[in-house]
């Protein structure tokens, strides 16, 4: 699966804990990781959100999508 393939499967919103399964860390390093202003979060009824945009940019891959 290419990275565009993979980008266009996650869901616009993730979860905390989907972020951390996706980037192989714990809930708490994403924490940190927003909390820090590296990664992009937006607050949502259910909890903290993160854009799939905000991941991809956070992984140095924004570059690779067009859209």
């Known amino acids: 699966m290419t990275l565009t393939e993979q980008f266009q499967t996650l869901p616009k ?11 192989g860390t714990h809930e708490r390093t994403v924490r940190r990781w927003i909390r820090d202003g ?18 991809w940019r956070f992984l140095g891959l924004d570059f690779s999508l067009s859209a």
């Not at 919103?13 to 980037?23: G, I, P, Q, S």
């Not at 590296?38 to 991941?55: F, I, K, N, T």
């Open 13 to 23: 919103l993730l979860k905390v804990r989907e972020v951390a399964d996706f980037t």
């Open 38 to 55: 590296r990664l992009g979060a937006v607050e949502h009824p259910s909890g903290l959100r993160v854009p799939r945009r905000s991941l």
